[in-house]
Structure formats: structure tokens, C-alpha cells
């Protein structure tokens, strides 16, 4: 037995389109700032454990593959391409009520769609924010690499993208949590 694709009010749906649009554009535009204003790899201080630092991510997130050669990009493109596309119809079929996951959904559809667009039209995904701490010690936590000569630990830098896909992902568990995410999509 098959089952048809049904959309729920899709009409009602555009403002949610256009809040992942809002996401492109801003990660986009931020990107771009950051390519004409800074030099790759050379902090720029914006406030006290922030600095803008320009980086060019050839790999997935925290760098991952960015050393395989270059199919990494076509694949992470193609993944990126059809997680777009599935995001976009399960938006569709979710009942307009749901407001926090069909926000999730928008925010992680934007940031994906940013990433997308540097991987294909650039190569590589442009990194741009640099958050860090002090640690005399040099020891940093799990995920964070340390610059000895500034005793400093950094997170990888992100951007406005990687931010709206983790905003998104963090509203999709508080709507598990509310458990609102138990109610069938299709009514």
C-alpha cells in the first residue's frame, strides 16, 4: 500500500520559507563582509573571548575530511542538496500549529543552505567567528584546540550558518521535550 505525499496548508507556510531565507541571506552577507575585511587566519579582536579570524573550511564540521582530496566537497554538497530538499517537505507536511519544530526546521534549512551555496560556488565554507578562552594550563575541553604562544582554547570557528543549524537543532529537542513533536504531522 502506498501512501501520497500530503501537504498540510502550505500556504501557511511561507513565513517560515522566508525565515530561512532571512538566515541565507544574513549568513551570506556576513560571509562576505568577512572575506573583504579580514586576512585568512589573522584574529581580529571583537570582544573579550570573541575574535573575528577569517578560516576557509574544505571539510564538514570541526574540519572534518578537509584534507581528502577534494571529493569531500561533492559529497558534503550532495548530502547538503538532499537534506535541504527532505527539510523542505517535512516542513510541508507538519500541521501549521507546530510552530517550534517547523522553526527548528526553518533555522536548520537556512544554515544548510548557506553552507551549500560556499561549498558549491566557492569550494569551501567560509569560518569566520572564533570563540575561546584562557587557560594557563593549555588544557583545554573536549572539541577545543589550544594556541600555546596565547594560552588560549578555541572552539572551531562557525558562522552564522553553523549557529542557525544549531539554534534549529536546539529548538527541535526543546519541541521533543514539550512534547509536542508526538503529534501526527499529517492532522
Same mark, same amino acid.
Given at each position: 500500500m502506498s501512501?501520497? %505525499?500530503q501537504l498540510t496548508e502550505p500556504k501557511k507556510k511561507w513565513l517560515w520559507f522566508v525565515l530561512s531565507l532571512l538566515v541565507?541571506? %544574513?549568513?551570506?552577507?556576513t560571509k562576505a563582509w568577512a572575506s573583504t575585511q579580514l586576512e585568512?587566519?589573522?584574529?581580529?579582536?571583537?570582544?573579550?573571548?570573541?575574535?573575528f579570524? %577569517?578560516?576557509h573550511n574544505y571539510g564538514a564540521a570541526f574540519s572534518f575530511l578537509s584534507d581528502?582530496?577534494?571529493w569531500q566537497r561533492i559529497f558534503f554538497s550532495v548530502i547538503a542538496t538532499s537534506v535541504s530538499i527532505f527539510l523542505i517537505f517535512w516542513i510541508l507536511r507538519l500541521h501549521p500549529?507546530?510552530?517550534i519544530e517547523i522553526a527548528g526546521l526553518s533555522f536548520i534549512l537556512g544554515g544548510a543552505i548557506g553552507n551549500l551555496w560556499d561549498?558549491?560556488?566557492?569550494?569551501?565554507?567560509?569560518?569566520?567567528?572564533?570563540?575561546?578562552y584562557v587557560s594557563p594550563s593549555n588544557e583545554c575541553l573536549p572539541f577545543?584546540? &589550544?594556541?600555546?604562544?596565547?594560552? &588560549?582554547?578555541?572552539?572551531?570557528?562557525?558562522?552564522?550558518?553553523?549557529a542557525s543549524i544549531l539554534l534549529g537543532a536546539f529548538l527541535l529537542i526543546v519541541d521533543m521535550f514539550l512534547g509536542q513533536g508526538n503529534v501526527n504531522s499529517d492532522h
Open positions: 501512501r501520497q %505525499l541565507l541571506v %544574513l549568513d551570506q552577507v585568512i587566519a589573522q584574529p581580529v579582536v571583537f570582544a573579550p573571548y570573541f575574535n579570524t %577569517l578560516l581528502a582530496g577534494g500549529t507546530k510552530k561549498r558549491i560556488y566557492l569550494g569551501y565554507v567560509v569560518d569566520f567567528i572564533d570563540w575561546y577545543f584546540y &589550544s594556541i600555546f604562544s596565547t594560552q &588560549s582554547c578555541h572552539w572551531p570557528a562557525f558562522n552564522i550558518a553553523d
